[in-house]
């Protein structure tokens, strides 16, 4: 399988994408930690999921956004498993709302969570990974980082700010046959919807409407691109944003 032998570490793994990809990774042959922050149930779920069908995973509660709860993660996946191949930067969080309404604690709350966590949890992923000379980071940002989005000035910021993130990155890490890259996902079905207010909520509605694959995007369609990017296959593949989104941001 193509990832046997790897170490896998998906930050926010308990639902969502981060479950998706985690299952992918699995399947695929490689060691997870499965990242969470609240939700021991579902972590665990992941976890009995993975292990069921003969994989192997283990659940790790950390706030990613806190530099000290990160490195406990990234090192307690070194020790662990003796090694880390793959680092996923997924979790995040929305706290929607106009600018004139936002409060500040909302906006440093998404930066903190989205943005802050993959310079935390690299900056001690690729330690390790420079003196294996071998990695594979790739975070998950979002079309509203490339496209804007009304509602959203906090998470389109951290989105935008993983991109640049990725491409600086991949270029201080690329001689260390690391790679470094981003996947912008598009609208996907998934609990974050859940929390956004009624009147952005109709705004992303007519949106959906101009997806022109005609379709909500599954966490399974952003999985399998990080799967590519994550695999040999990918090798020659560094601080590209792969925008997986129904064609909703093309132009
Ligand atoms: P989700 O279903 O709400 O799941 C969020 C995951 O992140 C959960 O596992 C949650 O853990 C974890 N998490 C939240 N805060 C965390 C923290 N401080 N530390 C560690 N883990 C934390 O969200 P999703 O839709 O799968 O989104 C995953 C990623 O994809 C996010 O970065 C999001 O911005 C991005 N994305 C999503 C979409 C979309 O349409 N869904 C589109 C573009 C990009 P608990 O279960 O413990 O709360």
Redesign the pocket.
């Given at each position: 399988m193509k990832f046997d032998g790897k170490i896998a570490v998906v930050?926010?793994?308990?639902?969502?994408?981060?479950?998706a990809i985690a299952i992918e990774l699995a399947k695929g042959g490689a060691q997870v930690v499965v990242?969470?922050?609240?939700?021991?149930e579902?972590?665990d779920e992941v976890v009995q999921t993975i292990n069921a069908s003969g994989g192997q995973a283990v659940a790790f509660?950390?706030?990613?956004?806190?530099f000290d709860?990160a490195e406990k993660l990234i090192k307690f996946a070194i020790q662990q498993f003796d090694d880390l191949h793959i680092l996923v930067n997924?979790?995040?969080?929305?706290r929607d709302g106009l600018i004139m309404t936002m409060r500040e604690q909302d906006w440093d709350h998404v930066i903190q969570?989205?943005l802050k966590?993959a310079f935390n949890c690299s900056k001690i992923a690729v330690r390790h990974m420079m003196r294996h000379r071998y990695g594979r980071i790739i975070n998950?940002?979002?079309?509203?980082g490339q496209m804007g989005n009304a509602g959203q000035t906090n998470?389109s910021a951290s989105?935008a700010g993983q991109i640049g993130f990725t491409k600086a990155l991949a270029r201080e890490v690329a001689r260390r046959n690391i790679t470094v890259n981003a996947i912008?996902?598009?609208?996907?079905?998934?609990?974050?919807?859940a929390s956004v207010p009624d009147a952005i909520q109709e705004h992303l509605d007519t949106m959906q409407e101009l997806i022109p694959l005609n379709r909500v995007?599954q966490?399974e369609d952003?999985a399998k691109a990080v799967a590519f990017l994550a695999s040999d296959d990918a090798a020659y593949i560094t601080g590209h944003v792969l925008t997986v989104d129904g064609g909703l941001g093309m132009y």
């Open positions: 930050t926010g793994a308990s639902r969502g994408i981060g479950r990242n969470y922050h609240t939700n021991d579902a972590a509660q950390a706030d990613v956004g806190e709860q997924n979790a995040g969080i929305t969570t989205n966590s998950i940002t979002s079309v509203s998470y989105k912008a996902a598009g609208f996907i079905e998934t609990d974050i919807w995007g966490p952003i």
